[in-house]
């Protein structure tokens, strides 16, 4: 695209030599009890628009236009036939790491099912992100979610 939308919400982006950090630091120093549920969050948070600023920074043209232009732009874009993108490195240590280490052949890899939308659409519910209401929201494993609105 030629363009950047304005948009002002916060990029909640980290590293990933820190994400790895902190999966290493959390299977070698569980959780006790509960839910073992690590969350990473960046510190300090970019402004969408301050963060998509920083491409003009390093040289690239890419003026910031209104979200409604830019999604204009995006959808002839992705019309156009958006690139898929090639996971053959993902596939290789996948492999590397059945053989070596866990024994266990990933290669196939996981998609987003019906039942994992019931899942985060669970605890937004619980989290009180959503409203909960009157209407059920079929979901994973026999668990009801209810919500008035998203």
């Known amino acids: 695209l030629s363009a950047r939308p304005r948009i002002i919400n916060t990029v909640n982006a980290v590293p990933v030599n820190h994400v790895a950090r902190v999966v290493v630091a959390a299977a070698l120093n569980p959780v006790p009890g509960g839910v073992h549920v690590v969350h990473v969050t960046g510190h300090p948070r970019l402004r969408m628009n301050e963060y998509l600023s920083l491409l003009e920074f390093y040289g690239f043209k890419v003026p910031e236009v209104s979200y409604d232009a830019w999604k204009d732009e995006l959808e002839r874009y992705v019309s156009a036939g958006a690139p898929e993108l090639d ?7 996948l492999k590397a790491d ?25 605890y937004l519910a619980e989290t ?23």
């Open 98 to 122: 059945a053989k070596s280490w866990t024994g266990t052949d990933e290669r196939a890899g996981y998609g987003i099912s019906r039942e994992d939308v019931g899942r985060f659409l669970r």
């Open 128 to 150: 009180k992100f959503v409203s909960s209401g009157s209407e059920v929201i079929r979901s994973a494993q026999g668990l009801s979610v209810w919500v008035t609105s998203l």
């Open 87 to 93: 996971d053959r490195n993902a596939i290789k240590i």
